[in-house]
């Protein structure tokens, strides 16, 4: 099974990019990813992890899929995590592990894929995510797809010794145009 994009495609987890994910959550994109924490995962830990994703996983309440690029590089993770299914919400994240495919598209492209599949198939109402204010990358796609700034936590994370603000952010179903819309407005376009 694959969801198809033009820079990436959605894959299943497995074996592949459970390798990979202990050198991830030691890179830079960990810093990213858990709001300018810079922690050592060990490889129990990250095993751990992969064994309650599974878990929850199996209680439908949580959906993730690897990131590859088109030549099927494993690039990244991208989850529906704490889904509740009474309030048909989930929480978004993501990592692009490798920072070379930083900027160049594939997080949009991975984005609008996961948010059509999380309120088309997984018939979720509403999507929301939590970033820091120096997270440019975020912000920027944030402001590009449109999901809207909820709440901002002033001065609530540390990273690398400054203060930052915690912006929330929110889709819900109805505001959502969907891939095909979102791809003509941005003009995403395949890599030729
Ligand atoms: C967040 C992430 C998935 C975004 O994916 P991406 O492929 O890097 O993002 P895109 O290239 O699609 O979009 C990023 C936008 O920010 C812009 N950008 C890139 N670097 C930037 C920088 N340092 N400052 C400002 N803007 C920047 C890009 O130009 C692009 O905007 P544009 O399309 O108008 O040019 C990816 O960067 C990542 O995994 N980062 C590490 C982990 C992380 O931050 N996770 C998210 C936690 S909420």
């Known amino acids: 099974m694959k969801i198809e994009g033009l820079l990436v495609d959605l894959v299943p987890l497995g074996e592949r990019f459970n390798a990979l994910e202990h050198r991830w959550e030691n890179g830079e994109a960990a810093f990213w990813g858990d709001v300018g924490d810079r922690q050592f995962v060990s490889l129990a830990v990250v095993k751990r992890r992969q064994e309650e994703r599974a878990a929850r996983k199996d209680q439908e309440l949580h959906s993730g899929f690897g990131i ?67 997270n440019a990358r975020v912000t920027r796609q944030m402001e590009k797809v449109g999901f809207a700034l909820e709440a901002r936590q002033r001065r609530a994370t540390l990273a690398d010794g400054a203060w930052h603000d915690l912006l929330f952010y929110g889709v819900q179903r109805e505001e959502w145009p969907g891939r095909e819309a979102m791809i003509e407005r941005l003009g995403l376009r395949a890599q030729g």
């Open 68 to 134: 590859q690029a088109k030549d099927g590089t494993p690039i990244g993770l991208f989850v529906v995590g704490d889904i509740k299914p009474h309030l048909r919400l989930g929480i978004l994240g993501v990592q692009i592990g490798e920072p070379q495919y930083w900027g160049g598209g594939y997080g949009t492209d991975a984005l609008l894929l996961i948010v059509d599949y999380a309120f088309d198939w997984l018939d979720l109402r509403r999507l929301w995510l939590v970033t820091m204010s120096l």
